[in-house]
């Protein structure tokens, strides 16, 4: 079964520092792997989605993410994190047959200024 | 480009009561998803369309829970009668076809419902 965990509730950084929002995974075969971001009393955004080639994958406002095969994981980075930048933050996989999203339980990210 | 569109936001009921959400996919997107957001937790899949039918409905409880999609764009999901455990964001996402190159989902702002 199709599984993705976020290890981390929170993750708290000052602006303008790197972050990081931790994501593994568990799919049988090739991977399809998503970032989102929710804003409150919002829907989710699409930040990211890695298919296949390159394993670092650049996205929506400045963020990347890279893909590790050994480690089964897909983590969330931005070089220099901004205030505006805290918000909910779900990563999603399913398989290459097509079968829905599995998302994380999310990772609430806080830039403080 | 007009996204997901969803009404209402906001919805409070008492329990036993009716209720329907309403959804608007993307133009030209075929595929359409219902998905429950319990808090503090990720979306949960309820139903999947392809076009007018469903193709993924294995998470619906269909003793309560109906979905339509009759035209194969608009879509509408109701809960009758509505139970406590059903508050949560309902949240409606299209794609192109699943499976195909531009298969992400995009996410409509959801309805919250609070069932008292």
């Known amino acids: 079964a199709q599984s993705v965990a976020q290890p981390e509730d929170q993750v708290n950084v000052a602006e303008g520092n790197p972050l990081t929002v931790k994501c593994t995974y568990s799919?049988?075969?090739?991977?399809?792997l998503f970032w989102y971001v929710q804003y409150p009393n919002r829907g989710l955004q699409f930040l990211l989605k890695y298919i296949t080639g390159d394993n670092l994958v650049k996205g929506s406002y400045g963020f990347e993410a890279e893909f590790n095969k050994s480690q089964t994981s897909f983590h969330l980075k931005k070089p220099s994190a901004l205030v505006s930048d805290s918000a909910l933050y779900f990563c999603a996989v399913r398989d290459q047959a097509g079968t829905a999203l599995i998302f994380g339980k999310g990772t609430t990210l806080s830039v403080s200024s | 480009e007009a996204g997901v569109v969803q009404s209402p936001r906001y919805k409070i009921i008492e329990k036993k009561q009716p209720v329907a959400f309403w959804c608007n996919p993307i133009s030209g997107h075929n595929t359409l998803y219902w998905y429950r957001q319990n808090l503090g937790q990720g979306p949960e899949l309820l139903i999947r369309?392809?076009?007018?039918?469903?193709?993924?409905d294995s998470q619906l409880p269909k003793d309560r829970f109906s979905a339509e999609r009759l035209k194969g764009v608009d879509s509408t999901l109701k809960i009758q009668p509505a139970e406590l455990g059903d508050s949560a964001v309902y949240l409606c996402a299209s794609s192109l076809p699943l499976g195909g190159p531009g298969d992400t989902q995009y996410f409509g702002p959801g309805t919250r419902l609070t069932v008292l």
């Open positions: 369309y392809e076009n007018e039918e469903a193709v993924d």
């Open positions: 799919v049988s075969g090739n991977p399809y």
